[in-house]
């Protein structure tokens, strides 16, 4: 624990640093174009690289030291951090160089997050995994809670260029705390020499792994699913809220959600998660559609502090627990490959969320709950008409369907008794 921990601090200064950097780029690209599809972009290609090479990572993180391969990882995203600076006091900064940047680091995400996740299994015993991830959702809500307060402040006091270089000091930081430790090597079992052969064959074993195991392939699907209706709820947070309320009440309910995940990381640390985990991600997922659902039926300032704290209170103990169900059920060998695929396949449906909400919420729904719309007399009966209501009952279809994604989740028994039918690896 005490290797783990180390490790640990030292991801999280470097998660500090990478969220000042991106919320200060995204200041720079929005105000640089004043065009809201440039900024989205950034988001786009700080994905969709990573999704689309994880297979190979996770094959090589597998035959590499999964220490080296963190150290590759946190070295090739802060040289390319450091090309964005350089460019910057050269004056020849652009737009798509900010793109070429975030696509290289998502590259290198694709090996630091398998290893990091394969490397926990070494160094955590197996009754403390659910903590062990609530450590790691910990720092990610700190990184959501805090990088964007100081970025702002930092942008004005020491500008862009300052804010690089604070963001360059943090992966340094990273690659010396995993230069003092020293990472065990997994042990080699069957599913490891099953898994031996040419890269295609290594790169498409993680996909056999799965699907010989019905409850980790039914997991994998419904975070696949799930995902979709998060991600196109997440996109049209912000049009809705600056609806019915200004700017600064969107930055408070940012903050509460930040928040709110820190304070579920702490819960998820000090606990653990439920004895039988799929419980917990059943059981928070469900929480988070009715909280959708809420924020739909009722769109005002009171609603959305509350249901924001709540929702993502119940995300660090949903990944949590997720994450320690693969770690405890895939032969620690193995990982790498398994992991990465699980990645690309869980967050594939997010792009496509991100894509079609905009014109979903624009072309579909708004004109239905406009003043005069087709669904005006009835449904706008309830929740009102006119601008934001249409996202409104986006929000309400939207959270609708997670739950009964759930619940079909929890009525097919390979899933549900996931747990107590697959043995621990």
Same mark, same amino acid.
């Given at each position: ?73 946190? +070295?090739?995203? %802060? #040289?390319?951090? *450091? @090309? =964005? ?9 652009? /737009? ?115 699907? +010989?195991?019905? %409850? #980790?392939?039914? *997991? @994998? =699907? ?9 991600? /196109? ?193």
């Amino acid at each position: 624990m005490q290797v783990f921990i180390l490790i640990w601090f030292g991801q999280f200064v470097s998660l500090i640093g990478s969220g000042l950097t991106r919320f200060a780029l995204g200041v720079w690209v929005y105000q640089s174009s004043g065009k809201v599809t440039q900024f989205a972009l950034i988001s786009l290609f700080g994905m969709l690289p990573g999704i689309l090479i994880s297979p190979l990572a996770g094959v090589l993180v597998d035959r590499w030291d999964r220490r080296w391969a963190m150290l590759v990882a946190d +070295a090739g995203a %802060g #040289l390319s951090t *450091l @090309l =964005i600076a350089l460019l910057l006091f050269a004056d020849q900064l652009q /737009v798509w160089h900010i793109y070429l940047a975030v696509a290289v680091s998502s590259t290198f995400s694709a090996f630091q997050w398998p290893a990091y996740s394969a490397t926990t299994t070494l160094l955590v015993p197996k009754q403390h995994l659910g903590r062990a991830s609530g450590i790691v959702q910990m720092a990610e809500a700190v990184s959501r809670l805090i990088s964007p307060i100081l970025a702002g402040t930092l942008v004005v006091t020491i500008r862009l260029q300052g804010v690089i270089f604070i963001d360059c000091v943090t992966f340094l930081f990273a690659i010396v705390t995993l230069m003092l430790v020293r990472f065990p090597r997994p042990e080699i079992t069957v599913e490891d020499n099953a898994g031996k052969g040419s890269l295609l064959h290594e790169v498409t074993y993680g996909w056999r792994y799965i699907t +010989a195991r019905p %409850g #980790l392939l039914g *997991l @994998l =699907i419904f975070f696949a699913v799930s995902n979709f209706f998060i991600g /196109v709820v997440t996109v049209l947070v912000t049009p809705l809220v600056l609806s019915f309320a200004s700017v600064a009440v969107l930055g408070t309910v940012l903050s509460i959600s930040g928040s709110g995940m820190l304070v579920g990381g702490l819960v998820m640390g000090a606990w653990g998660g439920p004895k039988n985990r799929i419980n917990g991600v059943f059981g928070f997922t469900l929480l988070g559609g009715l909280c959708m659902v809420l924020a739909g039926m009722m769109p005002s300032v009171p609603v959305f502090f509350v249901v924001s704290f709540i929702y993502f209170f119940g995300v660090p103990i949903i990944n949590g627990c997720d994450q320690a169900i693969w770690q405890s059920k895939v032969a620690p060998a193995v990982q790498g490959r398994v992991f990465a695929l699980r990645r690309m396949l869980a967050w594939a449906s997010l792009p496509l969320a991100y894509l079609i909400a905009g014109p979903l919420a624009d072309q579909v729904f708004e004109p239905l709950l406009a003043v005069g719309g087709s669904l005006a007399g009835s449904i706008g009966q309830i929740i009102g008409v006119g601008r934001g209501h249409g996202i409104a009952l986006l929000f309400i279809v939207m959270g609708m369907l997670n739950m009964l994604v759930t619940t079909g989740g929890y009525l097919y028994q390979p899933l549900r008794l996931l747990e107590k039918q697959l043995p621990d690896a």
